[in-house]
């Protein structure tokens, strides 16, 4: 993505903050529209907040970024603490569950839109603004992994919940059904490289569009 050679340690220096924001930040979204729509269960539990400490969950928020940044993996992905929501407490579940699900995505394609602000400015300083134009172009790109990766209709993600919540009663129950199995058909896809095959055009159409939007294309 950058056109150059990192060493380990700038890797890490350019990907930590982006990667830790866009995490965290989308499950801050998802506790915070929970909390406005009627479930107070995250906002109870502190999880209402932008300290990454109240996310943050040591092997999805650090260690698989880190292995995959090590790897060399075309995507770069993480998690944090899944944000508690009571369904049942929201104004309206079936619709309001698909609006606490969206936006989580909702949080990652605004944060995808701000570091694009960020990289012009940074180019803009040259060689002064270096660091901070990768470090943009990294928060782009993991912002919109994260975006579209969590879009795909496969549960817990939240496309998965957003299409439950669209399925007519019958479909919906028996959809909800495949959760437990979703965590391994999201890890077959990766290892089978399909999911790169289904998230790649998608991944390269939103970035190019993003840099032309901002006039860097």
Known sequence: MFGIELSFAQQIAVWSLPVLLGITLHEAAHAWSASKLGDNTAK??????????KHID???TIAVPLVLVLLHSPFLFGWAKPVPVNWANLNNPRRDSALVAA??????LIM???WAIVAKIAISYGEDGH?????AFAGIFINAVLMLLNLLPILPLDGGRITESLLPAKQA???SK?????????IALLATGVLSMILSPVLTWFTSNLMKLI???
């Open 112 to 114: 995808a839109l701000l």
């Open 215 to 217: 006039g860097m294309g």
């Open 44 to 53: 109870m539990l502190g999880r209402v907040s932008l300290n990454p400490i």
């Open 131 to 135: 660091f901070f134009m990768l470090a």
């Open 58 to 60: 040591p092997i999805g």
């Open 103 to 108: 936006a989580g995505p909702l949080a990652n």
């Open 178 to 186: 495949t959760e437990p199995y979703g965590f391994f058909i999201l």
């Open 173 to 175: 129950h028996a959809f």
